[in-house]
């Protein structure tokens, strides 16, 4: 592999590797620490963080009550236990809280019941490889609840709440490199799953015949996880093409990957996602683009493209670029989902793109745009990365711009006003304490949480920062990039924090701190936090 990975920088030939090593290993799961036994129910109205946005519009926003933290109390948290993952897996997977109890995945597909307070365990499930999307809750009826979530191999599952016993397990796209890493959105008896693609990567093989994966929208019964509908984000399937220079038949259109969870208009009736790239040229006018579908139906709404002409797959990174797609783009596609806000009596849909712009766009008006405001450069890791939230006045957003030569530089949380974009603040990221660690970059990556008053960011360094929402001031700074006595006895270790957000419910914080993905550092540390 050494003459493949000579043109490659560090950050691309760890995505190799990480794509050709497959799933973190994990030593098999132990009971640990186990849980007394006891009855999971959900009190109406108690505090809960359920899904990805924590609501249908993906607002990242935990009210007060549900919080039950606020900037005095966020001042004083303090590490309450910590709970390893067995093996150095990373930790990608946000968790959920309810019913006083948390649930979340692994990066080897273990899917784990805790104790919300003191982190013993109820139960494990084991799925086959990478469960990393948020969980989904849903009663039964007669006290019986189901969760549900999605693997790196596009499988989707009903699990019992107070089991972990399978109720049901639905393989949503047959294609070789399908998976779904955005958490599905539940309402009303069906689960709507994006599903994505790692189809790019093995495109740096000059025999692989690309591309021919689509990105899509599947919805789910979720009684009998029966497929209700499919609809994908390129509607026209792929056909022949070009032959490369090793003589291998290439196809298109392909891409349009949709990384995040699906955003949900009760009133309109309609789905949001947003897309990745196109994996070939010409580059279909749905990649790197917010899509609306209908809720029931499936049938694509409309369609508002954001960076037209950006195809790119691993073969641009290689010297004979054999079936990169002509005039490559920047690889400059969504990993946050849009965010649905009203804003003086105007609904918008906000989100943040690799390419450092946030946008604003009407979905009355067919996804017309608003506004658009740049706050960094941009760049295949750069941008906007995971995610973003808001509150009534303002959309807070991470800064990645990582430089892996310049660890030092970007960074940063921004505050613009829902009707404007206009920047309220900006807090620059602090110099990394890690420096000349591989994988400790300023960068921030991880997606936003917010509650009246604070919002919370982490960083590539290790660092869960709160912030004033009033003013940007850094009020309380955890490093998490330490080693852990755990609850459960697993020698674990903190790392970059990446991907999932914090999780806030009933007066603690939970956060996961180890993603060695994306040029990060690895770790395999579940954090909980609460009030000294």
Same mark, same amino acid.
């Given at each position: 592999?050494?003459?493949?990975?000579?043109?490659?920088?560090?950050?691309?030939?760890?995505?190799?590797?990480?794509?050709?090593?497959?799933?973190?290993?994990?030593?098999?799961?132990?009971?640990?620490?186990?849980?007394?036994?006891?009855?999971?129910?959900?009190?109406?109205?108690?505090?809960?963080?359920?899904?990805?946005?924590?609501?249908?519009?993906?607002?990242?926003?935990?009210?007060?009550?549900?919080?039950?933290? %606020?900037?005095?109390?966020?001042?004083?948290?303090?590490?309450?236990?910590?709970? #390893?993952?067995?093996?150095?897996?990373?930790?990608?997977?946000?968790?959920?809280?309810?019913?006083?109890?948390?649930?979340?995945?692994?990066?080897?597909?273990?899917?784990?019941?805790?104790?919300? *307070?003191? /982190?013993?365990?109820?139960?494990?499930? &084991?799925?086959?490889?990478?469960?990393?999307?948020?969980?989904?809750?849903?009663?039964?009826?007669?006290?019986?609840?189901?969760?549900?979530?999605? $693997?790196?191999?596009?499988?989707?599952?009903?699990?019992?709440?107070?089991?972990? &016993?399978?109720?049901?397990?639905?393989?949503?796209?047959?294609?070789?490199?399908?998976?779904?890493?955005?958490?599905?959105?539940?309402?009303?008896?069906?689960?709507?799953?994006?599903?994505?693609?790692?189809?790019?990567?093995?495109?740096?093989?000059?025999?692989?015949?690309?591309?021919?994966?689509?990105?899509?929208?599947?919805?789910?019964?979720?009684?009998?996880?029966?497929?209700?509908?499919?609809?994908?984000?390129?509607?026209?399937?792929?056909?022949?093409?070009?032959?490369?220079?090793?003589?291998?038949?290439?196809? /298109?259109?392909? #891409?349009?990957?949709?990384?995040?969870?699906?955003?949900?208009?009760?009133?309109?009736?309609?789905?949001?996602?947003?897309?990745?790239?196109?994996?070939?040229?010409?580059?279909?006018?749905?990649?790197?683009?917010?899509?609306?579908?209908?809720?029931?139906?499936?049938?694509?709404?409309?369609?508002?493209?954001?960076?037209?002409?950006?195809?790119?797959?691993?073969?641009?990174?290689?010297?004979?670029?054999?079936?990169?797609? %002509?005039?490559?783009?920047?690889?400059?596609?969504?990993?946050?989902?849009?965010?649905? *806000?009203?804003?003086?009596?105007? %609904?918008?849909?906000?989100?943040?793109?690799?390419?450092?712009?946030?946008?604003?766009?009407?979905?009355?008006?067919?996804?017309?745009?608003?506004?658009?405001?740049?706050?960094?450069?941009?760049?295949?890791?750069?941008?906007?990365?995971?995610?973003?939230?808001?509150?009534?006045?303002?959309?807070?957003?991470?800064?990645?711009?990582?430089?892996?030569?310049?660890?030092?530089?970007?960074?940063?949380?921004?505050?613009?006003?829902?009707?404007?974009?206009? &920047?309220?603040? $900006?807090?620059?990221?602090?110099?990394?304490?890690?420096?000349?660690?591989?994988?400790?970059?300023?960068?921030?990556?991880?997606?936003?949480?917010?509650?009246?008053?604070?919002?919370?960011?982490?960083?590539? $360094? /290790?660092?869960?920062?709160?912030?004033?929402?009033?003013?940007?001031?850094?009020?309380?700074?955890?490093?998490?990039?330490? $080693?852990?006595?755990?609850?459960?006895?697993?020698?674990?270790?903190?790392?970059?924090?990446?991907?999932?957000?914090?999780?806030?419910?009933?007066?603690?914080?939970?956060?996961?701190?180890?993603?060695?993905?994306?040029?990060?550092?690895?770790?395999?540390?579940?954090?909980?936090?609460?009030?000294?």
């Amino acid at each position: 592999m050494i003459a493949q990975g000579a043109a490659l920088t560090p950050v691309e030939r760890l995505l190799l590797a990480v794509y050709l090593a497959g799933a973190a290993v994990e030593q098999p799961a132990t009971r640990a620490n186990p849980c007394p036994a006891a009855a999971f129910s959900i009190s109406a109205g108690e505090a809960a963080w359920t899904g990805w946005g924590v609501d249908l519009a993906n607002t990242r926003f935990q009210p007060a009550k549900a919080a039950g933290l %606020d900037r005095e109390k966020v001042a004083r948290l303090k590490l309450k236990w910590a709970f #390893g993952f067995p093996g150095q897996s990373t930790a990608p997977a946000q968790p959920v809280a309810a019913g006083g109890r948390l649930f979340f995945g692994s990066a080897a597909g273990t899917v784990y019941s805790l104790d919300a *307070k003191t /982190g013993c365990v109820h139960w494990t499930f &084991k799925a086959p490889v990478t469960a990393r999307t948020a969980i989904s809750i849903e009663a039964m009826g007669q006290g019986r609840y189901a969760l549900y979530f999605g $693997d790196v191999k596009a499988n989707v599952y009903g699990l019992d709440a107070q089991t972990g &016993k399978l109720l049901w397990q639905t393989h949503v796209d047959e294609h070789a490199y399908a998976r779904v890493t955005g958490a599905p959105a539940l309402h009303n008896g069906r689960l709507y799953v994006p599903v994505s693609s790692a189809e790019e990567v093995p495109v740096s093989n000059i025999k692989y015949a690309c591309c021919t994966f689509r990105g899509s929208v599947v919805a789910i019964d979720t009684k009998t996880g029966k497929q209700v509908w499919k609809s994908y984000a390129i509607p026209d399937p792929p056909k022949a093409s070009r032959v490369n220079s090793a003589g291998t038949q290439l196809s /298109g259109p392909a #891409g349009a990957a949709i990384w995040s969870a699906p955003t949900l208009d009760l009133k309109r009736k309609a789905i949001y996602v947003a897309t990745g790239n196109s994996y070939t040229s010409p580059a279909d006018r749905h990649t790197d683009a917010i899509i609306a579908f209908d809720m029931e139906t499936g049938s694509m709404l409309w369609s508002q493209q954001m960076t037209p002409g950006d195809g790119w797959n691993f073969s641009c990174m290689n010297p004979n670029k054999a079936s990169c797609p %002509d005039s490559p783009g920047e690889d400059l596609d969504f990993g946050s989902s849009p965010i649905l *806000k009203t804003v003086g009596g105007r %609904d918008l849909l906000i989100v943040g793109q690799k390419s450092g712009v946030v946008h604003a766009l009407d979905p009355s008006q067919m996804g017309k745009i608003v506004w658009q405001v740049r706050i960094g450069h941009g760049g295949a890791l750069g941008g906007v990365e995971w995610g973003s939230a808001a509150d009534d006045e303002n959309v807070y957003v991470a800064l990645s711009d990582i430089n892996q030569r310049k660890p030092e530089t970007g960074g940063g949380l921004f505050a613009l006003r829902l009707a404007t974009g206009e &920047k309220a603040w $900006d807090t620059p990221a602090p110099k990394p304490s890690c420096l000349g660690t591989f994988g400790c970059t300023a960068a921030q990556m991880a997606a936003v949480t917010l509650i009246p008053g604070v919002v919370f960011s982490g960083s590539m $360094d /290790g660092h869960l920062r709160a912030y004033e929402t009033a003013s940007g001031k850094i009020i309380w700074d955890y490093d998490t990039l330490q $080693d852990y006595e755990t609850v459960n006895g697993v020698k674990a270790h903190g790392g970059s924090l990446n991907a999932a957000g914090p999780t806030v419910a009933g007066g603690m914080l939970y956060v996961n701190s180890g993603y060695g993905a994306l040029g990060g550092m690895p770790g395999n540390v579940l954090l909980a936090f609460g009030p000294e």
